[in-house]
């Protein structure tokens, strides 16, 4: 498992890609669409690590209640259905994998009750 990017719910994403890219110094990296919204994911160029701009307007039904004040980070895997195994066979609990904004990822809590995706 390794860091893929660190998810940011923000009011208006325009404005923070522009800041990120026009005052960071960051690129944009990536683009998929979620219905009528686009999710920017930027970073250093250099750099495989990535912020992922989500609109809180995305999250206004929030199905599991994600903390959306507090950033999420997403796990990439190279066996989403072997890592989401070995999770639970931990303790871990986890939601069964499944398609999320098109994705394959499933998530997983920690012992205090934040939520974390993994993707592959």
């Known amino acids: ?5 660190v998810v940011l719910y923000v009011h ?5 890609l522009k ?5 960071v110094g960051m690129v944009e990296k990536g683009r998929k669409k979620a219905g009528e919204f686009s999710i920017v994911q930027v970073g250093f160029s250099d750099q495989s690590f990535s912020l992922e701009l989500v ?3 995305l999250m206004e039904n929030n199905p599991n209640n994600l903390d959306l004040a507090t950033p999420s980070i997403a796990f990439h895997v190279e066996d989403l259905h072997a890592a989401h195994a070995k999770l ?11 398609e999320h904004g098109g ?3 499933f998530a997983f809590s920690d012992n205090e009750g934040r939520w974390f995706a993994v993707t592959n």
Request: hydrophobic fraction near 50%.
């Open 1 to 5: 498992m390794r860091v893929g990017y």
């Open 12 to 16: 208006d994403a325009d404005a923070c």
């Open 19 to 23: 800041f990120w890219t026009e005052q």
């Open 55 to 57: 609109p809180l307007a």
């Open 88 to 98: 639970v066979a931990a303790g871990v609990q986890a939601m069964e994998p499944g």
């Open 103 to 105: 994705i394959p990822a």
